[in-house]
């Protein structure tokens, strides 16, 4: 079957673009796209396109432009806040006979919402970080005792560790908190942090495959070195998890371990930036997402990988000479 996978705000993740190349068959292709004609992965690509902010009104219509141009089939996000975006809007590309991989519109404002996912934890007894969405909540919790500094400032719906700051005191923590709207106070998570790589079936709705690494080092958000790791526990949670959230397709999720207790952080219902460990070590979604656009059903293989084997990030670079850049086209 001729499978066309279009790729949105592809950015830097040229490596997932490859990987869908490795997959598509039967002259299938890979399409990416980004606002910036400089985003370095739309040129690993087999086609290209420049397209609006997607805040801007003219967006859709550029996707979807897109999408009747190139015969896509399935078109996924690389960023957070499109996520509910592609879902909210899963009817205009079902007419034309694209699959958004993406969950539901309603999961995907769940896993932005770093509140209202930790209210949801609660609900469910998922342990998670104490978070407070007001000043007089968080003083007095720490008038009783409940939380201590250090503690993490941070937006309530932010993505890309954007305006995350720690906090010593009180002070720093007024100061911070009141810089922007929308934002939350969050305890201090002491303990290793654990990135995880999971895959919901399609058709299913079966969990069919987790990784898991502790992370060891990061750089502006994401994981810089790491090694794979493996714990029942650890898989058992992530389940919990994902039937809580209705969660589908490719995930990515972060907690910590703290003294031997998992807490959950973060869920980001697309591949997240340290899935190439996870590929590299034989755990491969791409193939899955392709069988499953292809009718077939993926048996699961739950923690199929070798333990410690460490992920390191490194340069590499590509030259574009001016006359390749992607040109601006006006939307039709």
Known sequence: METTIMITSVGRRSKLVEYFRDEVMDGGKV????????????????????????????????LLAICR???????????????????GHRHAFEELGV?????????????????????????????????????????????????????FIKPRTGSASLHVNRAETLEEARLLFSAHDQMIIQQFMDGREIGVDAYVDLLTGEVTSIFAKEKLAMRAGETDKAKSVKSDELFDLIRRVIKMADLSGPLDFDLFDVDGVLYLSEINP??????????????????????????????????????????VKH??????????????????
């Open 31 to 62: 399409i990416a796209t980004d606002c910036n004609a400089l985003a370095p992965a739309l040129y690993f690509a087999d086609g290209h396109h420049l397209v609006p902010r997607i805040d801007d009104e003219k967006y859709l219509d550029a």
């Open 69 to 87: 141009a190139e015969n896509v089939t399935a078109i996924l996000s690389l960023i957070d806040p499109e996520l509910a975006f592609l879902a």
């Open 99 to 151: 699959t958004v991989l993406a969950p539901s519109k309603e999961a995907c404002d769940l896993a932005f919402d770093k509140y209202s996912l930790y209210e949801k934890c609660l609900e469910n007894g998922i342990p998670h970080a104490r978070t407070y969405t007001d000043l007089i909540s968080f003083e007095e919790a720490c008038a009783h005792g409940e939380i201590d500094f250090p503690v």
């Open 270 to 311: 697309r591949f997240g930036g340290g899935y190439p460990h996870a590929y590299a070590c034989g755990v491969n979604f791409p193939r899955q997402i392709m069988r499953n656009l292809s009718g077939k059903v993926n048996e699961p293989s739950i923690g199929d990988y070798a333990e410690n084997m460490y992920m």
């Open 315 to 332: 340069d590499s670079i590509t030259i574009i000479p001016e006359a390749a850049l992607i040109p601006k086209k006006k939307i039709r």
